[in-house]
C-alpha cells in the first residue's frame, strides 16, 4: 500500500521486517500454512517509510532523513546495465543510485536505494504490493525466472561504488510451504568509471519457509573478486520478498550482503539487490 499526495508516493507506514512477515487483514485469503493475504509491503533494511519518496510526476527518487530534507535522483543517465522492468536512477555527482522495478503486471513494486555522504547516507530495500490481495496455493510446484538488480555502497568511503545486474530463478513449492532460489550472471559496473566491469559470484537464496505469502530467508555465496590485489570475504546475508498477483504469479523481493576485505582494514562494501520474477 502507497500513500499519496500529488504523485509523490511513500510506502505505507505499515513495514513488515524481515522475519517478522504477517498478514495484513482484509478477506479473501484462507487459513493454512503458505496461503492467504501477503504483507502489503515487505521491508530488509532502511527505513523507507521515513526517508524515501517516489515522485511520479517528476519520474525521480526522493531521499532524506527525515525524508523532508530530501536530495534528488533522476533518471540515470550514466552507461549501465539496466536489467528489464527496472528503472535506474543518480544523483548528480553519482552520491544517489536507486532502482525502481515494477512487474509486468503492475502488481509489486521492488526498490533499492543507496546514498553516500554528500547525499543523505542511506541503504534501503524493500517490495510492496501495488495489486489485489495474493492468495497463494497450497499445491503445486512452480518455476519463476527474471532479472536482478543492485547496488554496492562503499561504507568506509560513505559513497555508492557499483551497480550490479543479473538474472533471477525461484522455485515455489506450494505444498510444502517453501522456496528458494539463486542470483546469476551478476555483473558490476563500476559507476566512476563505467567502462571497468566485474564478474561477481552466484548468490544462493538458501530454502525457506511461505508464510502469509511472503518469505524471509539467508543467502551463500554471491562473493566480491580480487580488486587491486585485495581480496573480500562476502558475509552469508539475508533476503525477503513477497508473492504478488491474486494467485502469487509473480515475486517481488531484495536482498542485502556485506563484502568484507581482507585486510587489517576490513573496508566493507554493503550490497543491497532487488529481483522481479513471473
Known amino acids: 500500500m502507497m500513500n499519496c499526495r500529488k504523485n509523490v508516493c511513500r510506502p505505507a507506514l505499515g513495514i513488515v521486517a524481515i522475519g517478522s512477515l504477517v498478514a495484513c487483514s482484509g478477506s479473501g485469503g ?7 493475504p501477503s504483507p502489503e509491503v515487505s521491508s530488509l533494511t532502511g527505513s523507507p517509510a521515513t526517508e524515501y519518496e517516489f515522485d511520479a510526476d517528476n519520474n525521480r527518487v526522493l531521499l532524506g532523513n527525515p525524508v523532508a ?3 534528488a535522483a533522476e533518471e540515470a543517465t550514466i ?10 536512477y543518480q544523483g548528480t555527482e553519482r552520491d544517489i543510485f536507486a532502482f525502481r522495478g515494477v512487474t509486468p503486471s503492475g ?10 555522504a554528500d547525499a543523505a547516507s542511506l541503504t534501503g530495500a524493500f517490495a510492496e504490493r501495488a495489486g489485489p490481495e495474493t492468495v497463494v496455493p497450497d499445491t503445486g510446484i512452480v518455476n519463476y525466472d527474471g532479472q536482478y538488480a543492485g547496488v554496492i555502497r562503499s561504507l568506509e568511503g560513505d559513497s555508492v561504488s557499483h551497480a550490479v545486474s543479473g538474472t533471477a530463478t525461484m522455485t515455489a513449492s506450494f505444498a510444502d510451504g517453501q522456496v528458494s532460489g539463486v542470483i546469476s550472471d551478476r555483473v558490476a559496473t563500476l559507476l566512476s568509471l563505467t567502462t571497468i566491469q566485474t564478474d561477481l559470484a552466484d548468490i544462493e537464496l538458501q530454502t525457506t519457509s511461505i508464510e502469509n505469502g511472503g518469505f524471509a530467508g539467508t543467502t551463500t555465496g554471491g ?7 585485495f581480496e573480500f570475504d562476502t558475509d552469508q546475508g539475508n533476503y525477503s520478498g513477497l508473492f504478488v498477483g491474486a494467485d502469487g504469479e509473480e515475486i517481488v523481493g531484495n536482498l542485502d550482503i556485506t563484502h568484507t576485505r581482507v585486510s587489517d582494514d576490513a573496508r566493507i562494501r554493503q550490497e543491497v539487490g532487488a529481483f522481479i520474477l513471473e
Open 30 to 36: 484462507s487459513s493454512g500454512s503458505g496461503v492467504g
Open 69 to 71: 530534507t530530501q536530495v
Open 79 to 88: 552507461e549501465v546495465t539496466v536489467p528489464e522492468n527496472f528503472n535506474a
Open 107 to 116: 502488481n509489486g513494486v521492488t526498490t533499492i536505494y543507496a546514498a553516500g
Open 223 to 229: 562473493g566480491f573478486p580480487t580488486v587491486l590485489g
